[in-house]
């Protein structure tokens, strides 16, 4: 089973930046796409932005021009920078990705633990 460890979350001012990373790891296994979720207390889980293993991103409204998704496809690691961070941003931030099995072939949906972001004004 291919798992996915977030990092990089922690407390910051508005303003301020971060840089979320993902890195999944396990056996034989390839990754298609991958995208960053978050959480607020009292909230449903919601799409930040994605990214397809070409590299073309879409984003939520609310993060346009201040989030970019990237990822390194030889290492299986994705990156979330965060720029002008505002309180509104704190959430809990998850990484999910579709893995992909060659042999026997099956696909499946996988998710890290999380991170916590947390922005104060």
């Known amino acids: 089973q291919v798992q996915l460890v977030e990092s990089g979350g922690g407390l910051v001012q508005a303003g301020g930046s971060l840089r979320l990373s993902c890195a999944a790891s396990g056996n034989d296994f390839s990754i298609s796409a991958m995208g960053w979720y978050r959480q607020a207390p009292g909230k449903q889980r919601d799409l930040v932005a994605r990214i397809t293993r070409g590299g073309s991103t879409n984003y939520v409204d609310s993060v346009k021009g201040r989030f970019t998704i990237s990822r390194d496809n030889a290492k299986n690691t994705m990156y979330l920078q965060m720029n002008s961070l505002k309180p509104e941003d704190t959430a809990v931030y998850y990484c999910?990705?579709?893995?992909?099995?060659?042999?026997?072939?099956?696909?499946?949906?996988?998710w890290g633990r999380g991170t916590q972001v947390t922005v104060s004004s």
């Open positions: 999910n990705a579709g893995v992909i099995v060659a042999s026997p072939f099956r696909t499946y949906d996988t």
